[in-house]
Protein backbone atom coordinates (compact mmCIF):
# COMPACT_ATOMS: atom_id res chain seq x y z
CA UNK A 1 0.00 0.00 0.00
CA UNK A 2 1.40 3.29 -1.01
CA UNK A 3 0.21 6.29 0.35
CA UNK A 4 -0.78 9.55 -2.13
CA UNK A 5 -1.90 11.65 0.98
CA UNK A 6 -1.62 15.23 -1.33
CA UNK A 7 -3.19 13.51 -4.46
CA UNK A 8 -5.72 15.58 -6.30
CA UNK A 9 -9.14 13.44 -7.16
CA UNK A 10 -10.62 16.20 -9.89
CA UNK A 11 -10.81 19.60 -8.50
CA UNK A 12 -10.23 18.26 -5.19
CA UNK A 13 -6.73 19.40 -3.99
CA UNK A 14 -5.17 17.19 -1.52
CA UNK A 15 -7.82 14.80 -0.97
CA UNK A 16 -5.61 12.19 -0.93
CA UNK A 17 -5.07 8.74 -2.34
CA UNK A 18 -3.83 5.02 -1.45
CA UNK A 19 -3.16 2.72 -4.03
CA UNK A 20 -2.15 -1.21 -3.62
CA UNK A 21 0.26 -2.56 -5.47
CA UNK A 22 0.81 -6.49 -6.43
CA UNK A 23 3.55 -7.88 -5.92
CA UNK A 24 5.63 -11.46 -6.23
CA UNK A 25 9.31 -12.73 -5.62
CA UNK A 26 9.96 -11.07 -8.88
CA UNK A 27 9.12 -7.66 -7.12
CA UNK A 28 6.25 -5.12 -7.23
CA UNK A 29 4.15 -4.78 -10.05
CA UNK A 30 1.28 -1.68 -11.10
CA UNK A 31 -0.74 -4.13 -13.14
CA UNK A 32 -3.87 -4.66 -11.39
CA UNK A 33 -3.22 -1.89 -8.91
CA UNK A 34 -5.99 -0.93 -6.97
CA UNK A 35 -6.64 2.64 -5.97
CA UNK A 36 -8.13 3.94 -2.79
CA UNK A 37 -9.63 7.16 -1.98
CA UNK A 38 -12.57 8.88 -0.23
CA UNK A 39 -14.57 8.76 -3.42
CA UNK A 40 -14.07 4.36 -3.50
CA UNK A 41 -17.33 2.23 -3.09
CA UNK A 42 -17.11 0.92 0.70
CA UNK A 43 -14.47 3.57 1.58
CA UNK A 44 -16.33 5.88 4.27
CA UNK A 45 -16.10 9.58 4.01
CA UNK A 46 -16.40 12.09 1.25
CA UNK A 47 -13.09 13.73 -0.31
CA UNK A 48 -12.77 17.51 0.46
CA UNK A 49 -9.19 19.84 -0.14
CA UNK A 50 -6.93 19.16 2.18
CA UNK A 51 -8.02 15.96 3.59
CA UNK A 52 -4.51 13.55 3.44
CA UNK A 53 -6.43 10.88 2.88
CA UNK A 54 -3.92 8.12 3.50
CA UNK A 55 -1.24 9.80 5.07
CA UNK A 56 -1.18 7.32 8.31
CA UNK A 57 -1.13 3.84 7.03
CA UNK A 58 -0.65 0.63 9.00
CA UNK A 59 1.24 -2.43 7.78
CA UNK A 60 -1.51 -4.95 7.51
CA UNK A 61 1.30 -7.74 8.38
CA UNK A 62 1.81 -6.24 12.13
CA UNK A 63 -1.78 -5.53 12.53
CA UNK A 64 -2.48 -9.24 11.64
CA UNK A 65 -0.21 -11.72 12.48
CA UNK A 66 -0.20 -14.63 10.17
CA UNK A 67 -3.01 -13.49 8.20
CA UNK A 68 -3.82 -11.89 4.89
CA UNK A 69 -5.41 -8.86 4.28
CA UNK A 70 -8.27 -8.71 2.17
CA UNK A 71 -7.93 -5.01 1.20
Not at 5 to 33: C, H, I
Not at 35 to 40: E, G, K, P, S, V
Request: no cysteine; net charge negative; aromatic share 6%.
Amino acid sequence: MVGAPWESLGPVEGAGQATLLRGSAAGLTATGSRAYAQDTGGVPGTPEGGDAFAMTEIGFGEALPGARSTV
